[in-house]
């Protein structure tokens, strides 16, 4: 399972930092991802990190402003985000995958972070 926090209503600028723990997998295995879905869009992928540690952003708009980044110790990955623009505002999910897989398998509930202009 995956439980997602840390979302919230902030200004615009500001800065949150989500997490997700996870509990009845391999954490240490398993890559996870941040994705979000604004109201009316499709859910768009954020932000990847393997199982290496190897961080992907898929999205150019959150390139310098977001860092994705886990604790195996924990089994919890993070989301930094980093002056919060207004359409950021979305339902943020995190995400993962089985052992020697890359098919995201395991989902958590999701949290709202809304940027106020």
């Known amino acids: 399972q995956l439980q997602a926090s840390g979302g919230g209503l902030v200004q615009a600028g500001g800065s949150l930092r989500l997490s997700c723990a996870a509990s009845?997998?391999?954490?240490?295995?398993?890559?996870m991802g941040w994705f979000r879905q604004a109201p009316g869009k499709e859910r768009e992928i954020v932000a990847r990190?393997?199982?290496?540690?190897?961080?992907?952003y898929d999205l150019d708009s959150v390139k310098g402003r977001f860092t994705i980044s886990r604790d195996n110790a924990k089994n919890t990955v993070y989301l930094q985000m980093n002056s919060l623009k207004p359409e950021d505002t979305a339902v943020y999910y995190c995400?993962?995958?089985?052992?020697?897989?890359?098919?995201?398998?395991?989902w958590g509930q999701g949290t709202q972070v809304t940027v106020s202009s």
């Open positions: 990190l393997s199982r290496n540690g190897g961080s992907t």
């Open positions: 009845g997998l391999t954490f240490s295995d398993a890559g």
């Open positions: 995400a993962a995958t089985r052992a020697s897989s890359v098919v995201y398998y395991y």
